[in-house]
Each structure stands twice: as C-alpha cells, then as structure tokens.
C-alpha cells in the first residue's frame, strides 16, 4: 500500500466498520487526528523486515563527496532521451511526489577516427566529340543552312568511327573542337566524422524524485525507487559533486544491502568541433595535348577528305579548325591519332583533421547493478 493511499483506505474502512475501527485508528481520539489526513504507514518486506515509510528499497546513505540524494538516470542517444516520468511502470497520482530533472550531462566524444587521404584522379588528354558538319561554306551554321551531327562515341580512342553518313548536299563544311586537356579531379571519398557532438552521442538524463526522503528505519539509509517500478533502461544512481578522475564509487565494507558499485563517466560539457580539411587538387605540371583528324568519304576511312591538327584550346576563335569540302564529296567516317600525348601532374592537398574537442565538469555516476 503507498504512503498516499493509507488515509483514503483508513477513512473507508472507518465508514464501513463504525466506531471499533475508528478508535483503532485513532479517529474520534480526543487528541486525535482528522480521518481525512494521511497516514504514516509501515512497508513491511516479505522476510518481515520494515522499511518505515519507504515503499522502494532503503539503501546506504555515506555517500562521501556526491549528492546526498539517490537519483534515477537513463543513458543512452540523446535524440530519444525520454521525460523523467516515464522512468516509472506506473503514473503516480497528481498528489503524489513527482519525477523531476536534477541536470543532464554528456558522454565523452568517441575519438576521431582521422581523415582519409586526399587523392586526385590523373589528368589525360581527350579527344574532341566529333564534328560540325554544315550544308555551308565556312562552316556557316547561319539560316537556311543543314547543320548535322557527327559525333563520335564516348571516351573515343580515335579508331575509325562511322557515325553515319552525310550526302553531298549535305556535306559543305566541318568544323572541329579542339583536344582537351582533363583536369584533375578530387577522388571523392566519405568523410569519417565531423561537425558539433553527433546527435546520436550518449548522454544522461538525471532525475529527482521526492521519494529520497521518506525516512528509512536505518537513520544512515534513504529511500529509493524500488527496481520493479522502473521502467526498462533506467537506473538508481548517486552522483559526484566534484570534477576529478580521483572519484571512485563508494566500496564501504560495513554497507549490508545493495551498493553504488558501476561506475560510469559523464561530462557536464562536451564540445567537438574536429573535422576533416577538405581535399583539393593543384596542378604541379601543364598536359600537352595534339592530335590529327582525318575524314573519310567512305565508312571504313579508306577515301581520305580531309586531315587536320588540333591542339588544346587557348580560349582564340582559332582554336575551332573550319575545314570546306569539295563539291559532290560525301562524309562517311573519321579517325584520329595523337602526336603529342603527354598528360601533365597534380599533387593532392586537405585531410587534415582540424579543431578541438573540449569536455568539462567530469561527473561520477555510481549506479546499484541491475536486478538488487
């Protein structure tokens, strides 16, 4: 039977037995007590043992340099960090002492895992897509003009390509891309870890109940939740009121029932601000790229048209080569060749773990072990 429940049991049982419960009871004393108040009952154990007023377990209260309370806690992410009420199984009434947050502190941050190592894709020279070809004179893609695709495949090693073929009239003039030099590139990689504390760190949740002070038997013990009201992942835990890595859980050989014997380590403050430099890539050495292009009218590249140097682009409109072709020449296949083949260099740069990881306000949690 709860403290709070023992007046309205009393006070029914007086309305229904009369006055023999009611003297029994005290009620109707001359100094007695009005049958509406509550009463101080006695817990008694199963062995026969008493726990005066406490209806959880009494335990030791010398608890040297911590808080002179039992607390509950929960550990665990702190995104799912639930209430304080929802440590019990069971909704306690309003009148009833409540559960209330003592403080909330913090796991200490994993440590880094460090940065993986910058790396740059290779530069290369690469050939142009294909070519322009245009019904006009001077590669003249103006009105009135038939302007038709000639593209080579993707990644193209200059083999012989036949597109498709374009007729005479069709066919008055190319126009050809430049090479190109391809860059270096950063090697994308996942990055470990970075950024504040993850919102998946452990913390614990710390919270007060009222029950602590209801007098135990034992003037040194005090009174805390019993485990069978506890919701699961919840402790009974005292806690340090000091900071130092001198504090240990209390070890007293004279203590007879349930000690504070798991140790755990939180942080009233926690901040990380590491992370990974990002990667980059510079240049250490140009590419030198040039090709030749050759056009045939035929789809095997027998019948040459025409051939033509191209070298990478200097950003000049004279980087586009504008071939014309002679009259009645079809356009059936083309082909290229390197002369100058001499991809350049790049050095990586970035991956370098960067910031700080503070914690302060070290707090010793010594919890009972599960299951006492």
Same mark, same amino acid.
């Given at each position: 039977?709860?403290?709070?429940?023992?007046?309205?049991?009393?006070?029914?049982?007086?309305?229904?037995?009369?006055?023999?419960?009611?003297?029994?009871?005290?009620?109707?004393?001359?100094?007695?007590?009005?049958?509406?108040?509550?009463?101080?009952?006695?817990?008694?154990?199963?062995?026969?043992?008493?726990?005066?007023?406490?209806?959880?377990?009494?335990?030791?209260?010398?608890?040297?340099?911590?808080?002179?309370?039992?607390?509950?806690?929960?550990?665990? #992410?702190?995104?799912?960090?639930? #209430?304080?009420?929802?440590?019990?199984?069971?909704?306690?009434?309003?009148?009833?002492?409540?559960?209330?947050?003592?403080?909330?502190?913090?796991?200490?941050?994993?440590?880094?895992?460090?940065?993986?190592?910058?790396?740059?894709?290779?530069?290369?020279?690469?050939?142009?897509?294909?070519?322009?070809?245009?019904?006009?004179?001077?590669?003249?893609?103006?009105?009135?003009?038939?302007?038709?695709?000639?593209?080579?495949?993707?990644?193209?090693?200059?083999?012989?390509?036949? #597109?498709?073929?374009?007729?005479? #009239?069709?066919?008055?003039?190319?126009?050809?891309?430049?090479?190109?030099?391809?860059?270096?590139?950063?090697?994308?990689?996942?990055?470990?870890?970075?950024?504040?504390?993850?919102?998946?760190?452990?913390?614990?949740?710390?919270?007060?109940?009222?029950?602590?002070?209801?007098?135990?038997?034992?003037?040194?013990?005090?009174?805390?939740?019993?485990?069978?009201?506890?919701?699961?992942?919840?402790?009974?835990?005292?806690?340090?009121?000091?900071?130092?890595?001198?504090?240990?859980?209390?070890?007293?050989?004279?203590?007879?029932?349930?000690?504070?014997?798991?140790?755990?380590?939180?942080?009233?403050?926690?901040?990380?601000?590491?992370? *990974?430099?990002?990667?980059?890539?510079?240049?250490?050495?140009?590419?030198?790229?040039?090709?030749?292009?050759?056009?045939?009218?035929?789809?095997?590249?027998?019948?040459?048209?025409?051939?033509?140097?191209?070298?990478?682009?200097?950003?000049?409109?004279?980087?586009?080569?504008?071939?014309?072709?002679?009259?009645?020449?079809?356009?059936?296949?083309?082909?290229?060749?390197?002369?100058?083949?001499?991809?350049?260099?790049?050095?990586?740069?970035?991956?370098?773990?960067?910031?700080?990881?503070?914690?302060?306000?070290?707090?010793?949690?010594? *919890?009972?072990?599960?299951?006492?």
């Amino acid at each position: 039977m709860r403290r709070w429940e023992a007046g309205r049991v009393l006070a029914a049982l007086a309305s229904v037995s009369g006055a023999a419960v009611a003297v029994a009871s005290g009620c109707g004393a001359i100094d007695g007590y009005d049958c509406d108040e509550y009463l101080e009952c006695d817990v008694i154990n199963a062995d026969g043992s008493s726990n005066g007023g406490c209806e959880g377990t009494c335990v030791d209260a010398t608890f040297g340099s911590f808080v002179q309370k039992p607390l509950l806690v929960w550990m665990g #992410p702190g995104p799912t960090s639930p #209430p304080c009420d929802a440590a019990l199984r069971k909704a306690r009434p309003d009148d009833a002492p409540q559960l209330v947050t003592f403080d909330v502190f913090y796991a200490e941050p994993e440590p880094h895992p460090g940065c993986d190592p910058c790396a740059c894709t290779a530069p290369a020279c690469a050939l142009p897509a294909g070519l322009a070809v245009t019904s006009g004179y001077m590669c003249d893609e103006g009105p009135g003009e038939m302007v038709t695709p000639f593209e080579a495949p993707a990644g193209w090693d200059g083999s012989c390509v036949a #597109p498709g073929a374009v007729p005479p #009239p069709a066919f008055g003039s190319f126009a050809l891309a430049p090479v190109t030099e391809r860059p270096c590139e950063v090697v994308a990689t996942p990055v470990p870890r970075d950024g504040e504390l993850p919102g998946d760190a452990k913390v614990a949740l710390v919270c007060e109940d009222a029950i602590g002070t209801t007098p135990c038997p034992n003037g040194n013990e005090q009174c805390v939740v019993a485990e069978a009201e506890l919701t699961a992942g919840w402790r009974r835990c005292i806690l340090s009121e000091v900071d130092g890595d001198y504090i240990e859980c209390p070890s007293f050989e004279d203590i007879t029932g349930p000690r504070f014997s798991e140790k755990f380590v939180f942080w009233k403050v926690a901040d990380d601000d590491r992370e *990974c430099t990002p990667c980059a890539c510079t240049e250490t050495a140009p590419s030198q790229c040039e090709a030749v292009v050759s056009t045939f009218e035929d789809a095997a590249c027998g019948d040459l048209v025409a051939s033509a140097v191209i070298g990478t682009a200097t950003g000049s409109p004279a980087d586009r080569v504008c071939y014309d072709a002679q009259p009645e020449t079809a356009l059936g296949s083309m082909s290229a060749v390197w002369q100058v083949n001499a991809p350049g260099s790049c050095a990586p740069s970035g991956g370098v773990l960067d910031g700080d990881l503070r914690v302060e306000g070290r707090r010793t949690l010594c *919890c009972l072990p599960e299951g006492t």
